[in-house]
């Protein structure tokens, strides 16, 4: 069965400051990777994916994800962060791009301190 | 263009009572999901629905049922409403013909279970 676990619940960073949220997955085939955001009271956006071929990601907004396929992991970074980027993020698997079953994290919630 | 809408935003419903919730899909879209958000979690998977037919379902009871219309709308039933069932409750849509195309989400309907 496949999951996800995000590290961390909570992540504060000063503005301008780098982040990386973390995020480990567990699948016995291979797998379809993704990050969201979700802003307060509104549905998800797609941050990135990962499907396959280059193992770095560049999403929207100045983020990027890294595949480690050793490590089962995709953690996502950005190098400077603004006060527009306090959200939820949640990192996502699947089985397949075609699925619409895809197995979301806990949620990392990103504060940026001033 | 229009993208995921749902309705309606907000319901407050009585334990015991049955509801119905409402998705447009993304226009070019065929395919819709439903995804139960719990206070402080990730969504989680509830079922899909593409040719007006249920395809996958997640680990949900059968007091929660769909139904997938001929222009691709959706509905969500939730009968004998607990006070477990008190979510964010979200929609998606994708179209099959695009393989590798992301899910869109919708705003969701916050239901409250009192």
């Known amino acids: 069965a496949q999951s996800v676990t995000q590290l961390d619940s909570q992540v504060p960073v000063f503005e301008e400051a780098p982040v990386e949220l973390r995020c480990n997955y567990s699948s016995s085939v291979s797998v379809y990777l993704f990050w969201y955001v979700q802003y307060p009271n509104q549905g998800l956006q797609l941050l990135l994916k990962?499907?396959?071929?280059?193992?770095l990601v560049k999403g929207i907004n100045g983020f990027e994800a890294e595949f480690n396929k050793s490590q089962t992991s995709f953690h996502l970074r950005k190098p400077s962060v603004h006060i527009s980027d306090t959200a939820e993020y949640f990192c996502?698997?699947?089985?397949?791009?075609?699925?619409?079953?895809?197995?979301f994290g806990s949620g990392t919630r990103l504060s940026i301190r001033p | 263009d229009a993208g995921v809408t749902q309705s309606p935003t907000h319901l407050i419903k009585t334990r015991g009572q049955q509801v119905t919730l409402r998705c447009s899909p993304k226009s070019g879209h065929d395919t819709v999901s439903w995804y139960q958000q719990a206070l402080g979690q990730g969504p989680q998977f509830i079922f899909q629905y593409y040719e007006e037919e249920e395809r996958q379902r997640g680990n949900f009871p059968d007091r929660f049922s769909g139904h997938q219309f001929p222009n691709y709308s959706s509905e969500l039933n939730v009968n004998a409403l607990l006070l477990g069932d008190s979510a964010l409750y979200l929609c998606?849509?994708?179209?099959?013909?695009?393989?590798?195309?992301?899910?869109?989400f919708g705003n969701g309907t916050r239901l409250t279970v009192t």
């Open positions: 998606a849509s994708r179209s099959r013909r695009q393989v590798q195309g992301p899910l869109h």
């Open positions: 990962y499907l396959s071929g280059s193992t």
């Open positions: 996502a698997v699947s089985e397949g791009m075609s699925a619409s079953k895809i197995i």
